[in-house]
């Protein structure tokens, strides 16, 4: 898609959008129901994008597939690592209310933190999902 000027810089200009948007589903999904699942695919989307139009060397360069599988884990060890406050303060696992004086305003950083773990998991699987379909009928 070289050749094709009006798609790349409409391309260019829409990346940030989307980006803004999915940071946007992201944080709103504190005060509705998920948020960090949607956040991560439209940001796995917009790389999506960014491949179709500019080729998926290009996305290789911007995040690599050894970096794109190892968000997965580390998305996995984020949302883990909410608990662990509680855990040492000896309540339950995922009890958020030891992270703040106010229980409110701990149930909020907690889940905030719980759903940057699932964007970073969901992102990286989306992205590694990806790169392995494009790559696999080449030899």
């Known amino acids: 898609m070289r050749l094709d000027v009006i798609l790349r810089v409409t391309t260019k200009l829409l990346l940030p959008f989307i980006l803004l948007f999915g940071l946007y589903v992201h944080f709103h999904g504190d005060f509705g129901p998920g948020g960090g699942f949607q956040a991560g695919v439209i940001a796995a989307g917009m790389l999506i994008l960014f491949a179709i139009v500019f080729g998926v060397y290009a996305a290789k360069q911007v995040v690599a597939p050894g970096f794109a599988q190892t968000m997965v884990p580390l998305g996995v060890l984020i949302y883990a690592s909410a608990g662990l406050p509680a855990f040492f303060h000896n309540q339950n696992f995922l009890n958020f209310g030891v992270l703040a004086e106010h229980t409110d305003h701990g149930q909020h950083i907690g889940i905030l933190w719980v759903e940057v773990g699932v964007l970073v998991t969901v992102a990286g ?9 494009v790559e696999r009928g080449r030899s």
């Open 125 to 133: 699987s989306m992205i590694a999902i990806f790169y392995a379909l």
